[in-house]
Protein backbone atom coordinates (compact mmCIF):
# COMPACT_ATOMS: atom_id res chain seq x y z
CA UNK A 1 0.00 0.00 0.00
CA UNK A 2 1.60 3.13 -0.50
CA UNK A 3 1.31 6.74 0.82
CA UNK A 4 0.21 8.66 -1.87
CA UNK A 5 -2.20 8.07 -4.77
CA UNK A 6 -0.75 10.76 -6.74
CA UNK A 7 2.12 13.24 -7.21
CA UNK A 8 1.48 16.05 -8.58
CA UNK A 9 5.24 17.23 -9.99
CA UNK A 10 4.65 20.85 -10.90
CA UNK A 11 5.42 24.64 -10.74
CA UNK A 12 4.43 26.49 -7.65
CA UNK A 13 3.75 30.39 -7.28
CA UNK A 14 1.98 33.31 -5.14
CA UNK A 15 -0.50 35.22 -7.20
CA UNK A 16 -0.32 38.82 -6.18
CA UNK A 17 -4.08 39.96 -7.26
CA UNK A 18 -4.52 44.08 -7.72
CA UNK A 19 -8.30 45.11 -8.47
CA UNK A 20 -9.81 48.73 -8.28
CA UNK A 21 -6.30 50.16 -10.43
CA UNK A 22 -6.88 53.77 -11.37
CA UNK A 23 -5.55 53.57 -14.55
CA UNK A 24 -2.65 51.29 -16.69
CA UNK A 25 0.80 51.50 -14.98
CA UNK A 26 3.37 54.51 -16.59
CA UNK A 27 7.17 54.20 -16.23
CA UNK A 28 8.26 56.99 -14.02
CA UNK A 29 5.01 57.48 -12.06
CA UNK A 30 3.03 55.94 -8.90
CA UNK A 31 -0.89 54.87 -9.23
CA UNK A 32 -2.78 53.06 -6.49
CA UNK A 33 -4.79 49.97 -6.36
CA UNK A 34 -7.68 50.16 -4.26
CA UNK A 35 -7.80 46.02 -3.32
CA UNK A 36 -5.28 43.27 -3.24
CA UNK A 37 -5.12 39.87 -2.35
CA UNK A 38 -1.92 37.43 -1.74
CA UNK A 39 -3.01 33.86 -2.69
CA UNK A 40 -1.43 30.69 -3.38
CA UNK A 41 -1.21 30.59 -7.74
CA UNK A 42 0.01 27.77 -9.95
CA UNK A 43 -2.52 25.53 -11.56
CA UNK A 44 -0.92 22.46 -11.20
CA UNK A 45 -1.82 23.71 -7.14
CA UNK A 46 -5.09 24.20 -7.88
CA UNK A 47 -5.36 20.58 -9.49
CA UNK A 48 -3.46 18.77 -6.10
CA UNK A 49 -5.78 21.19 -3.65
CA UNK A 50 -9.01 19.83 -5.77
CA UNK A 51 -7.75 16.54 -6.03
CA UNK A 52 -7.25 16.53 -2.54
CA UNK A 53 -11.01 17.75 -1.65
CA UNK A 54 -12.10 15.15 -4.09
CA UNK A 55 -10.40 12.41 -1.80
CA UNK A 56 -7.51 12.12 -3.22
CA UNK A 57 -4.35 11.26 -1.50
CA UNK A 58 -1.80 14.19 -3.28
CA UNK A 59 1.72 15.40 -2.49
CA UNK A 60 3.36 18.05 -4.35
CA UNK A 61 6.66 18.14 -5.90
CA UNK A 62 7.78 21.51 -6.71
CA UNK A 63 10.60 23.90 -5.74
CA UNK A 64 10.48 27.10 -4.13
CA UNK A 65 13.10 29.41 -2.26
CA UNK A 66 13.54 30.02 1.49
CA UNK A 67 11.01 32.77 2.16
CA UNK A 68 8.01 34.15 2.38
CA UNK A 69 6.05 33.17 -0.13
CA UNK A 70 7.55 29.88 -0.09
CA UNK A 71 6.53 30.02 3.29
CA UNK A 72 2.40 30.73 2.05
CA UNK A 73 2.98 28.24 -0.58
CA UNK A 74 3.30 25.61 1.89
CA UNK A 75 1.28 26.40 4.50
CA UNK A 76 -1.62 26.94 1.91
CA UNK A 77 -0.97 23.17 0.41
CA UNK A 78 -0.78 22.06 3.41
CA UNK A 79 -4.23 23.95 4.62
CA UNK A 80 -6.10 22.10 1.18
CA UNK A 81 -4.97 18.33 2.76
CA UNK A 82 -1.69 17.86 0.34
CA UNK A 83 1.12 16.71 1.80
CA UNK A 84 4.51 18.72 1.31
CA UNK A 85 7.22 16.91 2.58
CA UNK A 86 8.30 16.12 -0.98
CA UNK A 87 8.69 19.80 -1.30
CA UNK A 88 11.84 21.68 -2.58
CA UNK A 89 13.84 24.48 -0.83
CA UNK A 90 16.17 26.35 -3.79
CA UNK A 91 18.49 29.61 -3.93
CA UNK A 92 16.33 31.37 -6.34
CA UNK A 93 13.27 33.00 -4.41
CA UNK A 94 9.75 31.66 -4.86
CA UNK A 95 8.22 32.65 -8.28
CA UNK A 96 5.25 35.24 -8.21
CA UNK A 97 2.33 36.63 -10.42
CA UNK A 98 1.51 39.89 -10.21
CA UNK A 99 -2.26 40.00 -11.58
CA UNK A 100 -3.54 43.77 -12.70
CA UNK A 101 -7.18 43.27 -13.02
CA UNK A 102 -9.15 45.62 -15.55
CA UNK A 103 -12.87 45.03 -15.35
CA UNK A 104 -13.14 41.95 -17.50
CA UNK A 105 -9.22 42.69 -18.54
CA UNK A 106 -6.38 41.47 -16.84
CA UNK A 107 -2.55 41.87 -17.33
CA UNK A 108 0.08 39.49 -15.52
CA UNK A 109 3.93 39.66 -15.33
CA UNK A 110 5.56 36.23 -14.30
CA UNK A 111 8.58 35.93 -12.38
CA UNK A 112 8.93 31.93 -12.85
CA UNK A 113 11.94 31.94 -9.67
CA UNK A 114 12.61 28.49 -8.47
CA UNK A 115 10.17 26.56 -10.63
CA UNK A 116 12.27 27.73 -13.77
CA UNK A 117 15.07 25.70 -11.57
CA UNK A 118 13.69 22.36 -10.80
CA UNK A 119 14.92 19.52 -12.58
CA UNK A 120 15.01 15.76 -12.34
CA UNK A 121 18.53 15.89 -9.71
CA UNK A 122 16.13 17.88 -7.55
CA UNK A 123 13.46 15.61 -7.14
CA UNK A 124 13.77 13.57 -3.92
CA UNK A 125 13.79 9.63 -5.76
CA UNK A 126 11.30 8.72 -2.63
CA UNK A 127 8.86 9.89 -4.46
CA UNK A 128 8.82 7.10 -6.64
CA UNK A 129 8.28 5.19 -4.38
CA UNK A 130 6.02 6.87 -1.93
CA UNK A 131 2.83 7.44 -4.78
CA UNK A 132 1.39 5.14 -7.27
CA UNK A 133 0.43 7.96 -10.23
CA UNK A 134 2.25 11.14 -11.39
CA UNK A 135 0.35 14.10 -12.81
CA UNK A 136 3.02 16.29 -14.79
CA UNK A 137 1.86 19.96 -15.57
CA UNK A 138 3.23 23.10 -16.92
CA UNK A 139 6.27 22.27 -18.51
CA UNK A 140 6.51 24.85 -20.48
CA UNK A 141 6.82 26.89 -17.41
CA UNK A 142 9.71 24.82 -16.04
CA UNK A 143 12.44 24.65 -18.10
CA UNK A 144 14.59 22.24 -15.81
CA UNK A 145 11.75 20.06 -15.59
CA UNK A 146 11.12 20.30 -19.43
CA UNK A 147 14.69 19.41 -20.08
CA UNK A 148 14.48 16.56 -17.53
CA UNK A 149 10.92 15.27 -18.43
CA UNK A 150 12.17 12.02 -20.48
CA UNK A 151 14.38 10.91 -17.11
CA UNK A 152 10.93 12.04 -15.18
CA UNK A 153 8.95 9.37 -17.71
CA UNK A 154 11.69 6.58 -17.45
CA UNK A 155 11.87 6.63 -13.82
CA UNK A 156 7.69 6.37 -13.50
CA UNK A 157 8.00 3.73 -15.90
CA UNK A 158 10.56 1.55 -14.15
CA UNK A 159 8.04 1.68 -10.77
CA UNK A 160 5.12 0.57 -12.60
CA UNK A 161 3.38 4.54 -12.10
CA UNK A 162 0.90 5.65 -14.13
CA UNK A 163 1.41 9.17 -15.35
CA UNK A 164 -1.32 12.13 -16.71
CA UNK A 165 0.37 15.52 -18.23
CA UNK A 166 -1.10 18.47 -19.44
CA UNK A 167 1.73 20.66 -20.55
CA UNK A 168 -0.60 23.95 -20.26
CA UNK A 169 0.13 26.59 -23.04
CA UNK A 170 3.39 27.55 -23.53
CA UNK A 171 4.12 31.68 -23.57
CA UNK A 172 7.29 31.63 -25.49
CA UNK A 173 4.80 29.58 -28.04
CA UNK A 174 7.80 27.19 -28.93
CA UNK A 175 6.12 24.24 -28.39
CA UNK A 176 9.78 22.79 -27.78
CA UNK A 177 8.17 19.33 -26.66
CA UNK A 178 8.59 15.95 -28.99
CA UNK A 179 5.07 14.58 -28.48
CA UNK A 180 6.26 11.69 -30.33
CA UNK A 181 8.65 10.69 -27.60
CA UNK A 182 6.80 11.74 -24.20
CA UNK A 183 3.46 10.79 -25.44
CA UNK A 184 4.30 6.70 -25.99
CA UNK A 185 5.58 7.09 -21.81
CA UNK A 186 2.34 8.60 -20.85
CA UNK A 187 -1.05 7.12 -19.56
CA UNK A 188 -3.30 9.75 -20.02
CA UNK A 189 -2.67 13.18 -22.08
CA UNK A 190 -4.48 15.99 -21.39
CA UNK A 191 -4.54 18.88 -23.24
CA UNK A 192 -6.82 21.67 -24.25
CA UNK A 193 -7.92 22.10 -27.62
CA UNK A 194 -5.97 25.16 -28.61
CA UNK A 195 -2.89 23.53 -27.00
CA UNK A 196 -2.93 20.62 -29.03
CA UNK A 197 -3.57 21.75 -32.31
CA UNK A 198 -0.43 24.49 -30.78
CA UNK A 199 1.67 21.30 -30.04
CA UNK A 200 1.37 19.75 -33.36
CA UNK A 201 1.33 22.50 -35.27
CA UNK A 202 -2.38 21.92 -36.96
CA UNK A 203 -5.14 24.39 -37.50
CA UNK A 204 -7.69 21.99 -36.39
CA UNK A 205 -8.86 19.62 -33.79
CA UNK A 206 -9.41 16.80 -36.16
CA UNK A 207 -5.64 17.57 -37.99
CA UNK A 208 -4.27 17.30 -34.56
CA UNK A 209 -6.09 13.88 -32.49
CA UNK A 210 -4.57 12.78 -36.19
CA UNK A 211 -1.07 13.59 -35.46
CA UNK A 212 -0.99 12.57 -32.07
CA UNK A 213 -3.01 9.35 -32.18
CA UNK A 214 -0.24 7.20 -33.41
CA UNK A 215 1.69 7.94 -30.39
CA UNK A 216 -0.53 7.33 -27.86
CA UNK A 217 0.69 5.50 -24.74
CA UNK A 218 -2.44 5.26 -22.87
CA UNK A 219 -5.39 7.61 -23.94
CA UNK A 220 -5.60 11.40 -24.65
CA UNK A 221 -8.79 13.60 -23.01
CA UNK A 222 -8.89 17.17 -25.39
CA UNK A 223 -10.63 19.69 -23.14
CA UNK A 224 -12.56 21.66 -25.12
CA UNK A 225 -14.49 24.24 -22.75
CA UNK A 226 -18.17 25.16 -22.80
CA UNK A 227 -18.12 22.00 -25.46
CA UNK A 228 -17.06 19.54 -22.63
CA UNK A 229 -14.22 16.92 -23.69
CA UNK A 230 -13.35 15.02 -25.96
CA UNK A 231 -11.76 10.89 -25.20
CA UNK A 232 -9.25 9.06 -27.35
CA UNK A 233 -8.82 5.89 -26.70
CA UNK A 234 -4.97 4.02 -27.88
CA UNK A 235 -7.39 1.84 -30.22
CA UNK A 236 -8.35 5.14 -32.38
CA UNK A 237 -12.11 4.82 -30.63
CA UNK A 238 -13.57 8.28 -29.48
CA UNK A 239 -16.19 9.38 -27.42
CA UNK A 240 -17.11 12.99 -27.48
CA UNK A 241 -18.70 14.06 -24.28
CA UNK A 242 -21.08 17.63 -23.71
CA UNK A 243 -20.44 19.32 -20.89
CA UNK A 244 -22.76 20.09 -18.00
CA UNK A 245 -23.50 23.38 -19.29
CA UNK A 246 -23.37 26.20 -16.11
CA UNK A 247 -25.17 29.10 -17.90
CA UNK A 248 -23.97 31.10 -15.29
CA UNK A 249 -20.53 30.91 -15.06
CA UNK A 250 -18.77 32.96 -12.37
CA UNK A 251 -15.11 32.57 -14.09
CA UNK A 252 -13.50 29.29 -15.77
CA UNK A 253 -10.28 29.68 -13.83
CA UNK A 254 -8.86 26.85 -13.55
CA UNK A 255 -11.78 24.33 -14.87
CA UNK A 256 -9.35 22.36 -17.06
CA UNK A 257 -7.67 21.79 -13.46
CA UNK A 258 -10.17 21.13 -11.91
CA UNK A 259 -11.46 18.53 -14.67
CA UNK A 260 -7.83 16.68 -14.62
CA UNK A 261 -8.36 16.25 -10.88
CA UNK A 262 -11.68 14.78 -10.99
CA UNK A 263 -10.79 12.68 -14.05
CA UNK A 264 -7.12 11.63 -12.32
CA UNK A 265 -9.05 10.72 -8.87
CA UNK A 266 -11.56 8.77 -11.02
CA UNK A 267 -8.79 7.25 -12.66
CA UNK A 268 -6.75 6.17 -9.84
CA UNK A 269 -9.97 4.49 -7.98
CA UNK A 270 -9.82 2.29 -10.73
CA UNK A 271 -12.95 3.53 -13.02
CA UNK A 272 -13.51 2.97 -16.84
CA UNK A 273 -11.82 6.01 -18.55
CA UNK A 274 -15.23 6.43 -19.96
CA UNK A 275 -16.29 6.98 -16.22
CA UNK A 276 -12.95 9.55 -15.71
CA UNK A 277 -14.39 11.39 -18.50
CA UNK A 278 -17.74 12.07 -16.84
CA UNK A 279 -16.10 13.02 -13.44
CA UNK A 280 -13.49 15.28 -15.10
CA UNK A 281 -16.34 16.51 -17.17
CA UNK A 282 -18.47 17.59 -13.93
CA UNK A 283 -15.44 18.75 -11.65
CA UNK A 284 -14.72 21.18 -14.94
CA UNK A 285 -18.05 22.15 -14.55
CA UNK A 286 -18.34 22.74 -10.94
CA UNK A 287 -15.58 24.54 -11.16
CA UNK A 288 -17.53 27.46 -12.73
CA UNK A 289 -19.33 27.61 -10.39
CA UNK A 290 -17.53 29.46 -7.79
CA UNK A 291 -14.62 32.29 -8.15
CA UNK A 292 -11.18 31.21 -8.49
CA UNK A 293 -9.67 27.53 -9.30
CA UNK A 294 -10.41 26.05 -5.97
CA UNK A 295 -13.56 28.48 -4.64
CA UNK A 296 -16.20 25.58 -5.01
CA UNK A 297 -14.12 22.31 -3.91
CA UNK A 298 -14.80 23.00 -0.11
CA UNK A 299 -15.18 19.37 0.44
CA UNK A 300 -16.77 16.08 -1.06
CA UNK A 301 -19.78 16.29 0.07
CA UNK A 302 -20.22 19.65 -1.48
CA UNK A 303 -19.09 18.83 -4.72
CA UNK A 304 -21.28 15.71 -4.26
CA UNK A 305 -24.67 17.77 -3.78
CA UNK A 306 -23.61 20.13 -6.59
CA UNK A 307 -23.15 17.74 -9.19
CA UNK A 308 -26.42 16.11 -8.21
CA UNK A 309 -28.51 18.75 -7.65
CA UNK A 310 -27.28 21.47 -10.52
CA UNK A 311 -25.96 18.80 -12.96
CA UNK A 312 -28.44 16.24 -12.34
CA UNK A 313 -25.48 13.19 -12.57
CA UNK A 314 -23.93 11.71 -9.39
CA UNK A 315 -20.16 12.34 -9.50
CA UNK A 316 -18.31 8.61 -9.13
CA UNK A 317 -15.48 9.02 -6.36
N1 LIG B 1 -19.36 26.88 -19.19
C1 LIG B 1 -19.08 25.64 -18.78
N2 LIG B 1 -20.08 24.84 -18.28
C2 LIG B 1 -19.83 23.58 -17.88
N3 LIG B 1 -18.61 23.02 -17.94
C3 LIG B 1 -17.59 23.73 -18.43
C4 LIG B 1 -17.75 25.08 -18.87
N4 LIG B 1 -16.54 25.54 -19.28
C5 LIG B 1 -15.67 24.51 -19.10
N5 LIG B 1 -16.29 23.42 -18.60
C6 LIG B 1 -15.71 22.09 -18.30
O1 LIG B 1 -14.39 22.26 -17.87
C7 LIG B 1 -13.51 21.52 -18.73
C8 LIG B 1 -12.19 22.21 -18.85
O2 LIG B 1 -12.34 23.52 -19.33
P1 LIG B 1 -11.40 24.10 -20.49
O3 LIG B 1 -11.69 25.56 -20.55
O4 LIG B 1 -11.60 23.32 -21.72
O5 LIG B 1 -9.94 23.78 -19.92
P2 LIG B 1 -8.62 24.70 -19.81
O6 LIG B 1 -8.86 25.51 -18.58
O7 LIG B 1 -7.48 23.75 -19.67
O8 LIG B 1 -8.60 25.52 -21.07
C9 LIG B 1 -14.25 21.36 -20.04
O9 LIG B 1 -13.81 20.19 -20.70
C10 LIG B 1 -15.69 21.23 -19.57
O10 LIG B 1 -16.01 19.89 -19.26
MG1 LIG C 1 -5.48 23.95 -18.87
Redesign the pocket.
Given at each position: MKRFDIAAIGELNVDVILNGIESEPEIGKEKFAREMTVTLGS?TAIFAANASALGSRVCFVGMVGRDSFGDLVRASLAARGVDTGFLIEGDTPTGATICMNYGEDRANLTYQGAMDVMGFDDIDPGVFDAARHIHLSSLFMQSGLLRDIGKVLDMAAGKGMTVSL?T??DPLETWRLDYREVLPKVTVF??????LQALTGTRDLESAVAAVAPWLGGAM?????????LLVKKDGSRVH?P?????S?VD?????????AGFISAFVKGYSLEDCQVT?????????TAAGGTGAFTSLEAVRALCRER?GCPIKL
Open positions: SDQWLPNEKEVVKCGSRGSLAFLNRVAIGAGDSFNGNLTGAVNTF
